[in-house]
């Protein structure tokens, strides 16, 4: 009986997971985070955490409540998801503990327990219960797109970032050795120039602290241009990841597409499942109207009729 709905339990938390109940409890951990998120923002007001300071307890007590409950189940099923399959139970549910949704699981509900144990200011925790709006990139097809580009280009992004923080130590020790007699408050130190090349080198340029010597003025000069390109060098980076994570997904559902059309037509299974993949991949209706069109114009002369809209085929 027990593993019969740890299974369960299993597969409504799972990515496959495709059924009414499923999405009901999906939208519902949406609502109730959103509502946490804005529950917080407005406890920050003073005159409205006065008036209502009860309720918002009782709201965060309640939220807590299902948060937990929420984190022990998926580790309780977690020996039942298929990536866990083969290791023992506790190894299953230690790799899931460190998995990276598994802790942001965990940070939606540790201030409040620290409140409850810790003496620390309540400023800080309500920050820090701020992050879990962070819980949404379950839920949200776009942005775990997002997390796996990261993820794909990480080693792209740490030697980006890694040619970044070797020119922020030579912009700041160099325009430390222009600057540090002419303003020693601002450039006395090179931790103090830091502050300078940050600025500069992520194109901000804040204005508090500027180099006035003719050299320290040109080599600030070479160090703003140097930080234009050292900035989209990311975002390229990202867009290049963006755009062929993309692609690849809609290639598979292309691929699913074809499977499911063997027999000229879409049954209401095939439908049921396109539209789950979709989900899952985080495609819009644009990339599959896309995908389909495409699909059409390559095999016209194999169908009489479009898949989706069942219109016939010019």
Same mark, same amino acid.
């Given at each position: 009986?027990?593993?019969?709905?740890?299974?369960?339990?299993?597969?409504?938390?799972?990515?496959?997971?495709?059924?009414?109940?499923?999405?009901?409890?999906?939208?519902?951990?949406?609502?109730?985070?959103?509502?946490?998120?804005?529950? %917080?923002?407005?406890?920050?007001?003073?005159?409205?955490?006065?008036?209502?300071?009860?309720?918002?307890? %009782?709201?965060?007590?309640?939220?807590?409540?299902?948060?937990?409950?929420?984190?022990?189940?998926?580790?309780?099923?977690?020996?039942?998801?298929?990536?866990?399959? @083969?290791?023992? =139970?506790?190894?299953?549910?230690?790799?899931?503990?460190?998995?990276?949704?598994?802790?942001?699981?965990?940070?939606?509900?540790? =201030?409040?327990?620290?409140?409850?144990?810790?003496?620390?200011?309540?400023?800080?925790?309500?920050?820090?219960?701020?992050?879990?709006?962070?819980?949404?990139?379950?839920? $949200? @097809?776009?942005?775990?797109?997002?997390?796996?580009?990261?993820?794909?280009?990480?080693?792209?992004?740490?030697?980006?970032?890694?040619?970044?923080?070797?020119?922020?130590?030579?912009?700041?020790?160099?325009?430390?050795?222009?600057?540090? /007699?002419?303003?020693?408050?601002?450039?006395?130190?090179?931790?103090?120039?830091?502050?300078?090349?940050m600025a500069t080198l992520t194109t901000v340029g804040y204005g508090d602290v500027v180099?006035?010597?003719?050299?320290? !003025?040109?080599?600030? @000069?070479?160090?703003?241009?140097?930080?234009?390109?050292?900035?989209?060098? =990311?975002?390229?980076?990202?867009?290049? @990841?963006?755009?062929?994570?993309?692609?690849?997904?809609?290639?598979?559902?292309?691929?699913?597409?074809?499977?499911?059309?063997?027999?000229?037509?879409?049954?209401?299974?095939?439908?049921?499942?396109?539209?789950?993949?979709?989900?899952?991949?985080?495609? $819009?209706?644009?990339?599959?109207?896309?995908?389909?069109?495409?699909?059409? /114009? !390559?095999? /016209?002369?194999?169908?009489?009729?479009? =898949?989706?809209?069942?219109?016939?085929?010019?």
């Amino acid at each position: 009986m027990l593993n019969q709905l740890r299974k369960k339990i299993a597969y409504l938390s799972s990515d496959e997971a495709d059924s009414s109940l499923s999405k009901v409890v999906d939208y519902s951990l949406i609502l109730l985070i959103s509502l946490n998120v804005l529950a %917080v923002i407005l406890e920050s007001i003073p005159s409205f955490d006065m008036e209502y300071h009860n309720s918002l307890l %009782v709201f965060e007590i309640f939220s807590v409540l299902i948060f937990s409950i929420e984190y022990f189940l998926r580790i309780w099923s977690a020996v039942d998801l298929k990536e866990y399959q @083969g290791l023992t =139970p506790a190894k299953a549910r230690l790799r899931y503990i460190l998995s990276p949704m598994a802790i942001i699981d965990l940070l939606a509900i540790i =201030p409040f327990y620290l409140m409850i144990f810790i003496n620390f200011d309540l400023r800080f925790l309500r920050i820090l219960r701020l992050l879990r709006i962070f819980k949404l990139t379950r839920y $949200s @097809g776009a942005m775990n797109l997002v997390l796996n580009v990261f993820k794909e280009e990480a080693g792209a992004f740490f030697a980006a970032f890694f040619v970044l923080l070797l020119l922020l130590i030579l912009a700041s020790s160099g325009i430390y050795l222009f600057e540090h /007699q002419a303003q020693p408050k601002a450039f006395g130190t090179i931790p103090d120039a830091m502050w300078w090349a940050m600025a500069t080198l992520t194109t901000v340029g804040y204005g508090d602290v500027v180099p006035i010597t003719p050299f320290g !003025k040109l080599f600030g @000069g070479f160090i703003t241009i140097i930080g234009v390109g050292m900035v989209a060098l =990311p975002a390229g980076i990202l867009a290049s @990841g963006f755009s062929d994570l993309v692609h690849r997904r809609r290639t598979l559902y292309s691929s699913h597409l074809e499977q499911a059309l063997n027999d000229g037509a879409l049954s209401p299974e095939d439908e049921t499942e396109l539209e789950a993949l979709r989900e899952k991949l985080g495609l $819009s209706n644009q990339d599959i109207e896309d995908v389909t069109h495409a699909y059409l /114009q !390559k095999n /016209q002369g194999a169908l009489t009729q479009c =898949p989706h809209c069942d219109k016939p085929l010019l």
